[in-house]
Structure formats: C-alpha cells, structure tokens
T-cell receptor, first 115, second 115 residues
Framework: AQSVTQLDSHVSVSEGTPVLLRCNYS??????LFWYVQHPNKGLQLLLK??????LVKGINGFEAEFKKSETSFHLTKPSAHMSDAAEYFC?????????????FGIGTKLQVIP | NAGVMQNPRHLVRRRGQEARLRCSPM?????VYWYRQLPEEGLKFMVY????????ESGMPKERFSAEFPKEGPSILRIQQVVRGDSAAYFC?????????????FGPGTRLLVL
C-alpha cells in the first residue's frame, strides 16, 4: 500500500522569499517520487523526479526536492518565489515493485505568490 | 516530438447525452492512463490501458464509463448518459513503458461541463 500526504492545502509567500511545499509518503517499496505543477486551466507539467539516485533532485524553474528516507519526506523548495510560480503543485508516489503499479497523487498544494 | 494531445479541450453536454474524450499519447508511448479531477480535489486514477488491452480499470465507475485504446488511433474515454456529477477535468497521461520509474506525461485535459 502507498499513500501521499501534502501537509498544506494552501501556501502563501511573498515574491522573492523562499518556497517550501511539504510532502510525506508511505510505500511498501523504495518508491519513485515526483512533483508536478498545474497552472490554472492547464495540464500537469513534470517539475522533477526522484528514482533512487541522488537524494537531492534539481528540477525546472529553480525548484528542487530532497528525498529523506528517515523522515519519509520529499519536500519541494525554491530559494526565491516568482509571480509565475503561482499554481497548484502535486506530489506523486510510485512504487518500484516491478511491473505495473498505480501511482498515487497527493491532493495538491495551491501556491499563492504575493507581489 | 509533440506532447500528449487531448480533444476536445472543452466539452458541454446536457444530462443524458454521451461524452467522448480523445487522447493521443506521445510518439513512442504505448501506455495510456486516464484521470479525473473534480473541483478542489486531486487527480483520481480511472483506468490504465495498453494497445487493445485494459490493464487496470479499478478506478472506473461501474456504469456508464468505458475506455479503449485501439490498435490504430487515439484512446477514447466514453461517458454515456452523463449526469451533472460527471462535470470535471479529465486528464490523459502516457508513458513509454510501465514501472515505478517511468514518468507519466500529461495532456492539457478535457473540461467537461454537464448542464
């Protein structure tokens, strides 16, 4: 069994300040983890993914996430928020159990960036 | 390399009509997934298909919903006798293979409104 918990449904930051979006997971296997971003009325775009290589993963648009097995976390960060970062962010877990397994989406975190 | 394509982008139907949503996966991808996103909710898995095969339909409602991915042409998600509760955004994703490390690439979605 697997699950994803995004701890904040809404996060609000000022432009130029750091962003932290929190994600905790549970999985029976060593999982792959993903962050996707969805801008209003758009599809989902992959930001970054962790697949058991380096625990610090760099993604697009200055985002990065760190896989911490001991904390079962995969928080998304960015040093300085930009107005264009305002969107909804989804944390996704996929078990590496071999063969097909469903991925599980978190409920999403809406990021608001205040000018 | 074109991304995942979905059409129509917006679809309006009256209660009782049929809705037909189409998804063309990325070139070289033979795995297609359908998700539904209700307002203020995350993505919910519906069905996973490979060419001419339904692999996992555990997320599909038991009635009125069906999906196919024929040998030629796009994948189709079909909703018969639509009701207002079917109003949602429907996303298609594709991947080149299955397994935990494979990234799913999403289309822009079809937004269905049932009047």
């Amino acid at each position: 069994a697997q699950s994803v918990t995004q701890l904040d449904s809404h996060v609000s930051v000022s432009e130029g300040t750091p962003v932290l979006l929190r994600c905790n997971y549970s999985s029976s296997y060593s999982p792959s983890l993903f962050w996707y971003v969805q801008h209003p009325n758009k599809g989902l775009q992959l930001l970054l993914k962790y697949t058991s290589a380096a625990t610090l993963v760099k993604g697009i648009n200055g985002f990065e996430a760190e896989f911490k097995k001991s904390e079962t976390s995969f928080h998304l960060t960015k040093p300085s928020a930009h107005m264009s970062d305002a969107a909804e962010y989804f944390c996704v877990v996929s078990p590496n159990s071999g063969g097909y397994q469903k991925v599980t989406f978190g409920i999403g975190t809406k990021l608001q960036v205040i000018p | 390399n074109a991304g995942v394509m979905q059409n129509p982008r917006h679809l309006v139907r009256r209660r009782g009509q049929e809705a037909r949503l189409r998804c063309s996966p990325m070139k070289g991808h033979s795995h297609v997934y359908w998700y539904r996103q209700l307002p203020e909710e995350g993505l919910k898995f519906m069905v996973y298909l490979q060419k001419e095969n339904i692999i996992d339909e555990s997320g599909m409602p038991k009635e009125r919903f069906s999906a196919e991915f024929p040998k030629e042409g796009p994948s189709i998600l079909r909703i018969q006798q639509v009701v207002r509760g079917d109003s949602a955004a429907y996303f298609c994703a594709s991947s080149p293979a299955t397994g935990g490390q494979e990234t799913q690439y999403f289309g822009p979605g079809t937004r269905l409104l049932v009047l």
